[in-house]
């Protein structure tokens, strides 16, 4: 477990799909407990954390916190039992090739877990695509997180959005924009310390002065397209 990459609450609550509060809840039940959690610590999990929370969220009322932890409790014994069982708690992307038995049989149900395993794995992909396209360097706007060769920081391009500027007219003044980095941006917004989320361009810029907003229309555009 020693070089298993650790993982934050954001990124969990971004793989599973809910909030921070829902994880620690979970965390505070001791429904999810070592080894997928390195000291108790919330802000360092294993990703396997993340589609087992994802079962946990999706039984709730229908199982009880004993039974869920049961459930968790004989897939990490599982896993603890294998070799390679830190392509498991790393939440891996061969794990779709590994042959494991993700199912437990408990009273007279019977539990796939893998659902939550594949849904977490596909946006455990999309975090590592928002960093592999968003870098923060000291040389470059202070440090503020930007797209990768630009000097445009990620929190100015939300605040444009959220202020009502669409897709057009944002790539009317960023040409090399395409909607994969806006949802990059988002997703990169959700899971990253680095980045407080901001809804206008005075957030996003407290040491400047906003002094004109214009937006400008291209042929065959309309300013809020």
Same mark, same amino acid.
């Given at each position: 477990?020693?070089?298993?990459?650790?993982?934050? $609450?954001? %990124?969990?609550?971004?793989?599973?799909?809910?909030?921070?509060?829902?994880?620690?809840?979970?965390?505070?039940?001791?429904?999810?407990?070592?080894?997928?959690?390195?000291?108790?610590? @919330?802000?360092?999990?294993?990703?396997?954390?993340?589609?087992?929370?994802?079962?946990?969220?999706?039984?709730?009322?229908?199982?009880?916190?004993?039974?869920? @932890?049961?459930?968790?409790?004989?897939?990490?014994?599982?896993?603890?039992?294998?070799?390679?069982? %830190?392509?498991? $708690?790393?939440?891996? %992307?061969?794990?779709?090739?590994?042959?494991?038995?993700?199912?437990?049989?408990?009273?007279?149900?019977?539990?796939?877990?893998?659902?939550?395993? @594949?849904?977490?794995?596909?946006?455990?992909?999309?975090?590592?695509?928002?960093?592999?396209?968003?870098?923060?360097?000291?040389?470059?706007?202070?440090? $503020?997180?930007?797209?990768?060769?630009?000097?445009?920081?990620?929190?100015? $391009?939300?605040?444009?959005?959220?202020?009502?500027?669409?897709?057009?007219?944002?790539?009317?003044?960023?040409?090399?924009?395409?909607?994969?980095?806006?949802?990059?941006? %988002?997703?990169?917004?959700?899971?990253?310390?680095?980045?407080?989320?901001?809804?206008?361009?005075?957030?996003?810029?407290?040491?400047?002065?906003?002094?004109?907003?214009?937006?400008?229309?291209?042929?065959?555009?309309?300013?809020?397209?």
């Amino acid at each position: 477990m020693c070089t298993t990459r650790f993982i934050s $609450l954001a %990124e969990a609550a971004f793989m599973v799909g809910a909030t921070e509060h829902e994880i620690s809840r979970l965390l505070a039940d001791r429904v999810l407990a070592l080894p997928l959690v390195d000291d108790g610590s @919330a802000e360092k999990l294993v990703p396997l954390v993340a589609p087992l929370a994802s079962f946990c969220l999706a039984t709730h009322g229908d199982l009880t916190p004993l039974a869920q @932890a049961r459930v968790i409790r004989t897939l990490t014994e599982r896993v603890k039992a294998r070799q390679d069982f %830190e392509l498991f $708690l790393g939440l891996h %992307e061969q794990l779709g090739s590994t042959d494991f038995n993700w199912t437990v049989a408990w009273s007279c149900i019977t539990m796939d877990i893998w659902p939550f395993v @594949a849904e977490s794995l596909e946006r455990a992909a999309q975090i590592a695509q928002a960093r592999s396209v968003i870098r923060s360097d000291p040389k470059v706007m202070g440090g $503020l997180p930007c797209f990768s060769g630009t000097r445009l920081p990620v929190a100015n $391009l939300l605040a444009l959005k959220r202020g009502g500027l669409g897709f057009a007219a944002l790539k009317a003044a960023y040409p090399f924009l395409i909607e994969e980095l806006v949802t990059a941006a %988002e997703v990169y917004e959700s899971v990253s310390a680095e980045l407080d989320k901001v809804t206008t361009f005075e957030q996003a810029n407290p040491e400047g002065k906003l002094i004109r907003r214009k937006v400008v229309q291209t042929k065959g555009t309309k300013p809020n397209d």
